[in-house]
């Protein structure tokens, strides 16, 4: 098929735009979207330093990419990497992100379960089985990084997340019956760097195509404890309906910032633990998880 603007060989379909687009046009679309996402949510200023949370995978490499082509001159904005090895044997290799990192030409740092809490996620998948592991890996590691970032100075910290990620997200928590993470605001708050989604309009599929057109050596393996996770049967769930109803996607997306554009009472904010000294809820979350699993509880 012919590009739908020009006469070059096409190289992706939009079903929910009906256009056929060359690798020039595609590029154009792409790029344009994530900056009117920055835009309209001002995610970056001037003074701004932008920490892109560097899994090697093919997301959190396509926006630091991105990143580094929107932001690699200007002087007033910085731009770093953050790599955190949750200790999986076999996956996601830190010096896979730092080539990366290393190739586009950002400074990278990393971090480790092992030296910060003493136990790696393959350890705690073996006392505890593989039921939690997303749920005590997304605590731990948003943890680890975000105290990471504060030592860096980082002002902005960008994640990969992309329109199918957001769309999941908001159906999983309407599934949990979770109010209070479908209606949570999104504020800045003390102690907690505050995050940036460029691709959060963008379907994995184009930003997975904006990768390969980009970047090399970014690792496809999924994780293998992600089998058990509610995230799976909500993608299929999610892509099968979306097949026959393209928009289905950005609705839930739209939905979900509606909700968290919302009005809450006072006094519902976060504090600050007495234990960890790192912001939290009513609990500790992350102190949580760690008791749990050093335990066997």
Known sequence: ???????????????????????????????????????????????????????????????????????????????????????????????????IAETIGVPWVTASFADEYGITLDEIVSRKGTGLSCSYCGVLRRALMNRIAREHGVTKFAYGFNLDDEAQSVLMNALRGDADRLTRPMREVEGMVPRIKPFMYIPEREVALYAFLHVEGFDLAGCPYAGDALRGDVRGILDDYTYRHPATKYSLVNLGEALRGAERPEGEGLRICERCGEPCGKICRTCQVLDEVRKGG
């Open 1 to 99: 098929m012919q590009c739908s603007k020009c006469r070059r060989d096409a190289v992706i379909f939009q079903r929910y735009s009906g256009l056929h687009l060359c690798e020039h046009h595609f590029n154009r679309d792409f790029e344009a979207k994530a900056k009117r996402a920055i835009r309209e949510h001002r995610w970056i200023e001037s003074g701004d330093t932008v920490a892109v949370a560097l899994s090697g995978g093919k997301d959190s490499s396509a926006v630091l990419f991105f990143l580094h082509r929107l932001l690699g001159e200007r002087r007033d904005v910085r731009l770093m990497a953050i790599t955190v090895d949750e200790g999986i044997r076999g996956y996601r290799d830190p010096n896979r992100a730092r080539k």
